[in-house]
């Protein structure tokens, strides 16, 4: 393949509309602003067709090819969080505690540099492949993803396979991550409820007391990852919150507790849930108390699989021979594991720290993007566009 280049005009274009989404970050399911300055930046680009999404915000497109090649899917994600911006820059957020703390604004500019560079190609008469791009939003909760299947995406696109990436902030600009095997970890989010039965707390014999149930229910919790899991599929589960009761004299009715459990290993992970059953369930009836769990959607791992690793390097050599490199995979999640349940799939990671400064990573009220490293990110959506044509 030959080498994707964005050109200096076309990365002053994208420029200008990362640091735009920067200043106007929306969260999950608002991204109303953000979904209007793609679709017009792509209503100007000729060759670009806008398909309909099914759900009120993002983007669906599609850059059509000459009809020798296949069709390939590009994902990016758009939307931000509710945290408040603490680093400072020109380009610093405007809308007051909203920030785009997870970069998805450099996605969404890179992916639109791939299509500047698509559309260039196609012009001259050199793309084969139909290319569909995903202007995912809600990724932030894994959402989105969800949402956009659910409503028809694959009965509208047709893909061959489907890339995405995410930049990552402890590895160098200029740094592309090819990894093999599960790079994001599967996930299940739930709320864990103990019910017992309130009253005075000078009389225990007249109560139920679920504060003494939802202290041993984390304590057993403890044992799912310690005793229940293979140490090298990397389990966690994590208890993030805890809420009940009265201030006084009063035993509580009703504990609530917010928690997540995640692995690199998909059957881990249904062991873990599993287990967290059992020992909610059990150490409730050993208490007397009532329980419940109620779980969120199972976001699979990102599995990049061996068969996809020879395109994917191909892809990255194509948009930067020099920048390849292998880094440890993450607990964090990413509904793009969605996508890769109906097509061949993988998921890159683009560095985007400037080399010598300290980590700011993912989520933090600091972070922030050494943006030079969309160049690379475009280019790889390109190059990616570009697989799986025969010469
Ligand atoms: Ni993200």
């Known amino acids: ?17 990362k640091r735009d ?10 991204e109303y602003r953000t979904t209007g300055v793609i679709r017009e930046f792509l209503e100007k680009l000729p060759g670009v067709e806008l398909l309909e999404t099914g759900i009120p915000t993002g983007v669906l497109a599609r850059i059509a090819g000459d009809g020798s090649g296949t069709e390939i899917a590009l994902r990016a994600d758009i939307d931000a ?24 604004d450099f996605h969404t500019a890179s992916l639109l540099g791939a299509a500047l560079i698509l559309t260039r190609m196609k012009a001259q008469g050199k793309l084969s492949n139909t290319v569909d791009l995903i202007f995912q939003p809600a990724e932030e909760g894994t959402t989105g993803a969800k949402a956009l299947i659910d409503a028809g995406l694959f009965d509208r696109i047709h893909p061959r396979a489907i890339f995405g990436l995410h930049n990552w902030p402890s590895v160098d600009a200029g740094k592309i ?12 989010n739930m709320t864990i409820l103990i019910k017992g039965r309130g009253g005075h707390g000078s009389m225990p014999h007249l109560n139920v007391d679920p504060i003494v149930c939802a202290a041993a229910v984390i304590q057993a919790l403890q044992t799912v990852v310690s005793r229940n899991t293979n140490p090298l599929d990397a389990v966690v589960l994590s208890i993030g919150r805890i809420e009940g009761g009265s201030p006084v004299n009063r035993v509580a009715d009703q504990v609530e507790m917010n928690a997540t459990i995640r692995s690199l290993s998909n059957d881990a992970l249904k062991r873990g849930i599993e287990r967290t059953e059992a020992i909610v369930s059990n150490t409730a009836a050993a208490y007397e108390c009532e329980w419940e769990i109620i779980w969120e959607e199972f976001i699979p791992a990102v599995m990049n699989l061996p068969e996809m690793a020879e395109y994917a390097k191909t892809a990255a050599a194509a948009a930067d021979p020099a920048g390849l490199t292998d880094a440890p995979p993450s607990l964090a999640s990413e509904d793009f594991a969605l996508y890769g349940r109906k097509v061949p799939s993988w998921f890159f990671w683009v560095g985007s720290r400037t080399g010598g400064e300290p980590v700011e990573e993912l989520h933090r009220p600091r972070f922030h993007t050494d943006d030079r490293a969309m160049r690379q990110a475009a280019q790889l959506y390109a190059a990616a566009a570009s697989l799986f044509v025969k010469n």
Do not use: F
């Open 81 to 104: 969080l509710s945290q408040t911006e603490q680093y400072e820059s020109p380009w610093k957020s405007l809308n007051k505690g909203v920030m785009h703390a997870c970069g998805h």
């Open 21 to 30: 989404l920067h200043m106007h970050p929306e969260v999950s399911k608002s």
């Open 1 to 17: 393949m030959d080498k994707m280049t964005l050109l200096p005009e076309e990365y002053e274009q994208i420029l200008l509309i």
């Open 177 to 188: 991550v090819l990894h093999e095997g599960a790079l994001m970890s599967a996930k299940r």
